[in-house]
């Protein structure tokens, strides 16, 4: 399926869109943005986000905060985005989007958006690969396979410990580094020498560590490896434990 559109700024409508809407931000999205403003994920959050609760799972959600009267987004400006080479991920695809069976859909009516009355022509492949969002699946495939996954959506999470997990490895980078360095994260799983090393300063392989202590968590036990001797650790406590006094 093909569609017309073209953004540009001699158009009416041109950043309307930007206005009391909500954008949810996926974590490439929050790690992208908090290193074009050159702060933390913490600072980040807190200035710029809600956290919210997935109404189908109970896993927490960002939503970007839309600031003034008029409730625009923050990094709008009469010549445009900000931060247009780190947009979030919603931005990117607007005014279309693809339902859960792979259909394209429109958010946008021509009414609203005079964009899509433009001549130039795209189908949905060429408008993703034009807008950056090729990087997207690879850096949060993980993560999707988790949101996605029918056990998640059949229990919903009301544990707050395991809330605050979620959200510290899902979105804020900055302090789950702190986490796995600081704990005995790597003491307990077998990670490659060469992944923790890497962890120390890219954002991006950090999130996908996060994502698999996610996943190893939530859904499949194998997504990450314990180290042999605290798996003995563990036989041997509970062996302990089964011949203690009752």
Not at 59 to 80: A, H, Q, Y
Not at 162 to 176: E, H, K, N, P
Not at 218 to 245: C, F, M, Q, T, Y
Request: hydrophobic share 40%; with cysteine; aromatic share 10%.
């Amino acid at each position: 399926m093909q569609f017309n559109f073209a953004c540009q700024k001699g158009l009416p409508c041109f950043t309307r869109c930007c206005q009391d809407v909500n954008i949810f931000l996926s974590p490439y999205d929050v790690v992208r943005i908090k290193n074009r403003l050159g702060i933390s994920s913490e600072e980040f959050l807190d200035a710029y986000t809600t956290v919210l609760v997935h109404r189908d799972s109970g896993v927490p959600v960002v939503r970007l905060n839309m600031v003034g009267e008029d409730r625009k987004c923050p990094f709008i400006t009469s010549e445009g985005c900000s931060i247009y080479t780190d947009r979030p991920w919603a931005c990117r695809m607007a005014p279309v989007d693809v339902d859960d069976a792979g259909n394209l859909k429109f958010i946008l009516d021509r009414t609203e958006c005079l964009g899509l009355n433009e001549p130039t022509s795209w189908t949905l492949e060429e408008w993703m690969a034009d807008q950056g969002l090729d990087a997207y699946p690879e850096v949060e495939a993980a993560f999707n396979e988790i949101m996605s996954s029918a056990p998640l959506k059949e229990k919903y999470v009301l544990n707050p410990e395991l809330t605050g997990m979620f959200l510290m490895a899902a979105y804020d980078v900055d302090r789950f580094r702190r986490f796995v360095f600081e704990s005995g994260f790597f003491k307990v799983f077998d990670v490659p020498a060469a992944t923790v090393e890497a962890v120390r300063t890219d954002d991006v392989e950090l999130l996908k560590l996060g994502f698999r202590w996610l996943k190893f968590g939530l859904l499949d036990r194998n997504a990450l490896k314990i180290r042999e001797e605290e798996v003995e650790a563990r036989k041997a406590e509970a062996v302990k434990g089964s011949k203690a006094p009752r």
